[in-house]
């Protein structure tokens, strides 16, 4: 392991979906750096997982690529029998994996439509049901983490903020919020902590149109009060706060790590 960096989540397992790429895969890299064995799951890209898997051994870490489609089912419950197949246990799951498919309203197809909610918000259910069935039948242990376990949502800021030409997403976003948090009143009492994360505009392929060129860029940081746009790692290091018990008091929440996107920048010299 590099240096002597800080290990907060030494002995734990964890779960990443959409762990191949953008966000999700910083999140990995960064859970893996703070101590914990991870599950890298994918659904298209074996390349991507892999490189993460490597990146992950290469530093002393442990991690093991599963492919899934979050949205079905039969195939989440498999997901999990794998991880706990590998590593044993669970006490993390970072339901990441999310997808765009943008259009104009009238346009939008009731395909374009159904994708969207099955992966972003289906997937979230199906994969957070696993995992609170698992960490129920683990229970508690307090040498290993605080919580029975963690859950961590990955929303977007347009879980508050609208977003014209992308319904779907923006609707699949404000579900999560809410599921998240409904689900955190649920389970607080069996010490399960629920939360979410909301990433502005980070520098990933699903936003490439939005940073690609300088013209984009610009408008883009027009709405980022920081002033710069983020990176994969900006969230990492919120996920492993949240995973952590340095965060232990914390449930059913949403951090916003947006650079104050959701501080409505419009308003600087107007309204
Ligand atoms: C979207 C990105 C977008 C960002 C800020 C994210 O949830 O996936 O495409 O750049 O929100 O608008």
């Known amino acids: 392991m590099p240096g002597n960096a800080p290990r907060p989540l030494e002995g734990q397992v964890a779960l990443v979906t959409g762990g191949s790429s953008g966000i999700g895969a910083g999140v990995a890299v960064a859970l893996a750096a703070a101590g914990a064995a991870v599950g890298v799951n ?46 044993g246990r669970l006490d993390i799951l970072v339901a990441n994996a999310g997808i765009q498919k943008d259009a104009a309203f009238a346009d939008m197809t009731l395909d374009q439509w159904r994708t969207v909610l099955d992966i972003n918000l289906t997937g979230q259910f ?21 919580a ?28 999560i919020m809410l599921m998240m948090k409904s689900l955190a009143q649920e389970v607080a009492s069996r010490g399960i902590r629920v939360n979410g994360i909301a990433p502005g505009a980070i520098q990933t392929d699903i936003n490439r149109a939005a940073w690609e060129t300088p013209e984009a860029l610009q408008r883009l940081l027009a709405l980022i009060p920081y002033g710069r ?7 990492a290091r919120a996920a492993v706060w949240l995973a952590s018990d340095a965060s232990d008091y914390v449930t059913g929440t949403t951090l916003f790590v947006d650079g104050g996107m959701t501080l409505y920048p419009g308003f600087r010299e107007n309204g």
Request: proline residues 4%; charged residues 25%; hydrophobic residues 40%.
């Open 42 to 87: 994918y659904a298209s890209s074996p390349e991507g997982a892999a490189a993460v898997v490597d990146e992950i051994e290469r530093t002393g870490g442990a991690a093991v690529a599963l492919q899934t489609d979050v949205s079905r089912e039969e195939q989440v419950e498999a997901l999990f029998r794998g991880l706990l197949n590998r590593f």
């Open 126 to 146: 199906l994969c957070a049901r696993e995992a609170v069935r698992i960490f129920d039948r683990q229970g508690r242990d307090p040498g290993r983490s605080a």
């Open 148 to 175: 029975t376990g963690k859950i961590i949502c990955m929303s977007s800021v347009h879980e508050v903020i609208p977003w014209a030409g992308h319904v779907n997403y923006a609707a699949s976003k404000g579900g």
């Open 229 to 235: 746009i983020g990176l994969p790692e900006d969230v």
